[in-house]
């Protein structure tokens, strides 16, 4: 048996960060919900070094959204993919999808953005 391909999913991360357009907006930190989708070659033992390590990854979104402001969530997710890549050898791919809550009667409004090495 053959894997064709792995990929690692931190579903809905709930986070807290200062992101928005106006000033207003980033003076309180806001719930997010963060979800990366990672793209690696499948592992061949069951080392974690030969995957992502989703509790890292979590771990570093964490701490990026719990320092500094932005303005875009699309910064926000730019900012994400590359500390994921900066810790995370394994990972070829990866997108990263950010969900605000900010429109009244809207569920949400999100931004997904595709990112490779």
Do not use: W
Request: contains cysteine; negative net charge.
């Amino acid at each position: 048996m053959t894997v064709r391909s792995c990929t690692v999913l931190v579903d809905k991360l709930e986070v807290f960060a200062r992101v928005g357009v106006p000033q207003a907006e980033r003076a309180h930190p806001q719930r997010l919900l963060i979800s990366a989708t990672l793209h690696v070659s499948a592992p061949t033992n069951d080392e974690v070094s030969d995957t992502a390590d989703y509790a890292a990854v979590s771990e570093s979104i964490r701490t990026l959204c719990a320092h500094g402001e932005r303005k875009l969530i699309e910064t926000l997710a730019r900012d994400c993919a590359q500390t994921i890549f900066d810790t995370q050898p394994a990972v070829q791919s990866l997108s990263v999808t950010i969900h605000k809550f900010i429109i009244p009667g809207a569920a949400s409004v999100a931004v997904q953005l595709d990112f490779c090495r």
